[in-house]
């Protein structure tokens, strides 16, 4: 098992959190880890790697969900089980007021975990006995109910202090909420970066909206003049660097030639849709310019609802003025990494921004 991408890792994240809004069925959330171990390595405490992990829990037999132990000999083996349950299991009852325990079912699931475990070692112990040592133990996981049940009775001032003591030494009972958090939080974050404001380049974009306004008004039909006089302003727009010119080429003289040759094919149908690409030139040039002097007007006089809203949404707007604040704050101009939000992607097609960990 090859080590997952940043991006397999996200998918699974995802997954595992769709499981979870539906209050999927044990089978569902076996059939996930069983895909992707590298959830239970992830997230349990205790240093594993993926293909310690067995799969286990076969129909019929009496037998833990997952084991793991050492594929080869260690000084010091780590060995245990897992042992998974229903999502909406309940985990704590109060019989008295004051007094909380398990419920039945996780005081059934602890027993059952535990018989698993010692199992476990009498299976192990003939490859393991030159490292066996005195109080030597198996590890006992339980993944089990949610955390808002605990969560819930923290809140109403029973922070039950003495849970630990409810189960035995080595056993664990970990909601499946909390496994997700764990794993969450161990995917390395998405990250994007502003690209910086290039100095002295919005004067000479100016100038080339203008000659595009020009243009526009007096375009006509496709032909060796109007060919040369678009190529001309996409590649002086291209030469500025600015944001945007990123994207491929728009107005390519050899989509309309014919072919192997540099004459103009002006009876092909094709020649139809020169207009439509003109128009694509003439709308990417003016939002380039119009991000651009967004981007200055935040630098010049920081970032008001009332100077950018008309550009950006909500979200676009919080992400530029937290920017910002620390472009300012550490001394760059309108650059800096910060966490993606994922309803921004067109920023990154327009050149604005570059994401990393993007695999």
Not at 16 to 25: A, D, G, I, P
Not at 172 to 188: G, L, M, N, T, V
Request: net charge neutral.
């Amino acid at each position: 098992m090859g080590n997952p991408t940043s991006k397999e890792l996200r998918n699974v994240r995802d997954r595992f959190e769709e499981l979870l809004l539906h209050r999927s069925l044990e089978d569902s959330f076996q059939t996930l880890f069983k895909e992707c171990p590298y959830i239970l390595s992830r997230s349990l405490p205790v240093r594993l790697e993926p293909t310690q992990i067995i799969p286990l829990g076969r129909p019929g037999k009496s037998e833990a969900d997952f084991v793991f132990y050492p594929q080869t000999k260690s000084p010091i083996p780590t060995f245990g089980v897992i042992e998974l349950k229903r999502p909406d299991t309940k985990l704590l009852t109060e019989p008295r007021k004051g007094i909380t325990i398990l419920t039945r079912d996780a005081r059934t699931a602890v027993a059952q975990a535990q018989e698993y475990s010692r199992q476990l070692k009498r299976d192990l112990i003939s490859s393991f006995r030159t490292s066996l040592i005195i109080g030597n133990k198996a590890y006992t996981f339980i993944i089990a109910g949610l955390t808002d049940e605990l969560t819930t009775r923290a809140l109403s001032g029973k922070l039950f202090d003495g849970l630990d003591s409810l189960v035995p030494s080595g056993c664990q009972i970990i909601p499946y909420d909390s496994i997700f958090e764990r794993y969450a939080s161990s995917i390395p974050p998405l990250t994007m970066m502003l690209t910086p404001l290039l100095e002295s380049k919005i004067v000479p974009l100016d100038t080339l909206v203008q000659k595009v306004s020009e243009g526009e008004r007096t375009q006509g039909g496709i032909s060796d003049e109007t060919m040369d006089f678009w190529i001309k302003i996409e590649e002086e727009w291209r030469s500025g660097n600015y944001i945007g010119t990123k994207r491929k080429i728009i107005i390519d003289r050899k989509y309309w030639c014919i072919q192997g040759t540099e004459i103009l094919a002006t009876e092909s149908p094709a020649h139809l849709d020169f207009p439509v690409y003109v128009q694509s030139l003439i709308k990417s040039i003016r939002s380039s310019a119009w991000m651009h002097n967004v981007l200055e007007n935040v630098a010049a006089n920081g970032v008001r609802l009332d100077n950018i809203r008309d550009f950006l949404s909500t979200n676009h707007i919080n992400l530029l003025s937290e920017a910002v604040q620390r472009c300012q704050k550490n001394g760059y101009k309108c650059t800096w990494f910060y966490p993606i939000d994922e309803n921004i992607d067109f920023l990154e097609q327009i050149g604005l921004i570059r994401f990393y960990n993007h695999d």
